[in-house]
């Protein structure tokens, strides 16, 4: 079982009305690597700068993450995201972007990431992301994310790339945004006719909901006391989600099946969960295996309710 | 069995993305006794002026529920309420408000509603619901809800009557608010520092939480492809949450068991549900029993999970 998630890894400063820290391993690959990585083996393509050292690659490789096809860009830098929430912890309000070598990203896939069983494209430009999705022919499942940005500037290339996957994880505005209908179980269905078999909508604190044929799930999210910082919450549920799914894959079970998608939901909420009591990656990089079994029937407790 | 509602009867003109309605019959009381008749017996208690008529009333006493304690205000006008939904069906526009025989609202119990098993306070003014209250000592069960208004104007009023009720149905920016505290399990945690041993958040589209001792529920909103109205969402949500309450209580169970009251809200949830679905009191007027166990069945399917 592998996974080969295509995207960001940057460094983030970030404030909260929690703490703030500064330059934080953090980016859309590496939430989602280190959540994965508690399912399956997972391999990580994006790029970095010469500020990226054996520190941060070890954060990774601390959980078994293949890091073989990291690319060092010589004389670049890496990524980089300032930002703060305030009490309302579902806005992240940006205060600056440096793209760096994230700019010119053009991924390059070693044949044992091209081979992996499961891709997920985090959000980079839709063409490149239909370039990658090409190169792994012969992947059983494949997964996008997006952003507003693509869905304004790029609305044609995304649209390909949509069919020429098995799942699209947005957040619940995008699907809306990319659909032009304002009511969400239709604006899936909308999504669902552009390609992807599955369809997740994120919903920030408030959890998320699958659509899949004729069938919907709807999940609320973990209720916590204490939320920290939340960059990444939803690479991480991504992470959980699709890990959980290639884990149950090489089990022999299909990722469509419904009650394998309902679990993988589940996995998901709970890493977004961990990924939010801290700072950037501090939680899920210091996760244990137990800690996740046990939020997941925390989790199944306080969702339950038995029809009389 | 029996539960008593004091609130508003109102007229409601509304206009959505899907057509609009004149002068529809409103109001907190009247969308909470049609939710709440399906369960047990309902009592209502709101005044009303000289354009209430039979037509108005016989939708109420058609669903069974005891009108006695509607109040004739001779020469005065129902409260009226004008107001619209953009394609963000989350966000209510006020046009107008006319408080007409509202304003000066006396509740005036009858023996049979102040002797009511239990008891809802709609949102009105923090002071009369405590006057209630008071009068209803012999009840089993008592709620509340309020509005950001009272939390504004009326601080001290409202925290001395939350003293006074076993349980607050509140939205959950209402929660925040009252408390000071934006994370939601917090201010859930501290709402019941004043008193409710149980406290509802109401969260809109994205379903509601429960608080119950150390006890959380979540439930995410019943996802539905049309949504024409949502006006008295959350008066369908905690009718139909304490109609059940009051049943089972009534079968011998207690209102404070923790199975029974993930039950209420799953059936409030599924009461809103079908409230929003037409205008005004349209599809609740109309409902039967068949349809609404149907729908809780479906509920559960779409939010249920299993723990590997």
Redesign the interface.
């Known amino acids: 079982m592998s996974l080969t998630v295509v995207g960001s890894i940057a460094f983030d400063s970030v404030r909260t009305?929690f703490g703030e820290r500064e330059r934080m391993l953090g980016g859309s690959a590496v939430h989602f690597s280190l959540a994965a990585s508690f399912f399956t083996e997972v391999r990580v393509v994006g790029p970095v700068g010469d500020d990226f050292g054996p520190r941060q690659g070890s954060v990774l490789q601390g959980r078994g993450i293949v890091t073989e096809d990291i690319e060092h860009v010589p004389g670049g830098e890496t990524f980089f995201w300032r930002g703060h929430y305030d009490?309302?912890?579902n806005v992240a309000h940006t205060e600056d972007t440096q793209l760096n070598v994230f700019a010119e990203f053009d991924p390059k896939l070693s044949d044992g990431s091209r081979n992996a069983d499961m891709l997920f494209l985090g959000n980079i430009q839709p063409d490149l992301q239909r370039r990658v999705r090409a190169e792994c022919n012969g992947t059983s499942f494949a997964a996008l994310d997006s952003m507003n940005l693509w869905i304004d500037t790029e609305r044609d290339a995304l649209t390909d790339v949509m069919g020429e996957v098995d799942c699209a994880l947005l957040n619940d505005a995008e699907v809306r945004m990319l659909t032009g209908e304002?009511?969400?179980?239709?604006a899936a269905?909308s999504l669902m006719g552009m390609g992807p078999g599955v369809a997740v909508a994120k919903?920030g604190?408030?959890?998320a909901?699958l659509f899949c044929q004729d069938?919907?799930?709807?999940?609320?999210?973990y209720?916590?006391?204490?939320?920290r910082d939340p960059t990444g919450a939803g690479d991480s549920f991504a992470g959980g989600f699709l890990g959980y799914l290639d884990k149950r894959r090489a089990a022999g079970d299909s990722p469509f099946d419904h009650?394998v998608l309902?679990?993988a939901?589940?996995y998901g909420s709970v890493l977004a969960s961990f990924n939010v009591e801290a700072f950037g990656t501090e939680r899920v990089a210091a996760l244990t295996q137990d800690e996740i079994d046990e939020r997941?029937?925390d989790f199944?407790r306080?969702?339950?309710?038995?029809?009389?």
Chains 1, 2 share one sequence.
């Open positions: 009305p009490y309302d912890m304002p009511n969400l179980a239709r269905r919903r604190e408030y959890g909901a069938e919907i799930f709807a999940i609320p999210g209720l916590l006391e204490d939320v009650a309902r679990q939901m589940a997941l029937r199944k306080i969702t339950h309710f038995e029809v009389g």
